[in-house]
């Protein structure tokens, strides 16, 4: 099995597009580039102990650099200090499969696989999120309806009382199969089509982010936002979007 470190270093002399951020793009050895450049940063920053580096970063292409950078220089990336990712459940009639490669103080085992439930929270697999020594490297698969009618959903609870707050449901049948939304996920023509997981997943934050959706109608506790910004769900659904329309700008202007 190859590294991540193996599978980074085997794209420095790719000079094809790797990264396209706004108006900004850069090829995979720019990329591979830029990540070597912060891994001996952080060699140098190194101090004695376990190697851990912590990034407080929006989903933005610096993420992208020293992510790689953290795998070059063999260090381990963990959250920062008090990082709040929010806890949520996912419905999903296709089962998830989790494998857990690596674990320290983590409810996972190494080597741990495992089925989801259809109804399973989302949160930190970690017994103690601030212990420094914690981790868990864990690869989740997402499966695919392979006859189509997938369906699924996103839900919140109340931190104080536990009732539902918010519950969005929303078809996931992917594309080529009968029940498939070209509305909402992409066109025929589409080169780049909607994940619709993090297409719903944008709808449930906004749901969930109104004050009616923070609101327990159960108990009345105010609920704090969710903090929609740390998954990155709305940018990835709005350049997804962008890659497409641009496609079809160009195709429309070389006709």
Not at 107 to 120: D, K, N, R, S, W
Not at 237 to 254: C, D, I, R
Request: net charge negative; hydrophobic share 40%; with cysteine.
């Amino acid at each position: 099995m190859q590294t991540i470190d193996e599978l980074i270093r085997q794209r420095a002399v790719d000079r094809r597009v790797g990264l396209v951020f706004s108006d900004r793009r850069w090829t995979h050895a720019e990329v591979v580039q830029a990540q070597a450049d912060r891994a001996a940063v952080l060699a140098t920053l190194r101090k004695p102990g376990p190697f851990h580096v912590a990034l407080l970063l929006d989903n933005v292409p610096e993420y992208v650099f020293w992510m790689g950078a953290a795998a070059l220089a063999g260090a381990v990336l963990v959250g920062g200090p008090d990082m709040e990712y929010g806890h949520f459940f996912h419905w999903n009639t296709v089962n998830e499969v989790v494998v857990t490669y690596g674990a320290n103080k983590s409810m996972m085992a190494p080597g741990q696989i495992f089925v989801t439930q259809q109804l399973h929270g989302v949160n930190s697999f970690l017994r103690d999120e601030k212990d420094p020594e914690a981790f868990a490297v864990m690869v989740i698969t997402q499966h695919q309806s392979s006859t189509g009618d997938q369906s699924e959903a996103i839900l919140a609870r109340c931190k104080k009382c536990k009732a539902e707050l918010v519950k969005h449901s929303y078809d996931a049948t992917p594309h080529g199969l009968p029940g498939y939304d070209p509305e909402r996920h992409g066109a025929e023509d589409d080169p780049v089509r909607q994940f619709a997981t993090t297409y719903g997943s944008v709808k449930f934050v906004e749901l969930r982010n109104s004050d009616e959706g923070r609101t327990c109608a159960e108990c009345g506790h105010v609920n704090d936002r969710f903090p929609a910004e740390r998954w990155g769900w709305e940018r990835q659904v709005s350049q997804t979007q962008a890659a497409s329309a641009a496609y079809h700008t160009l195709v429309e202007a070389a006709s």
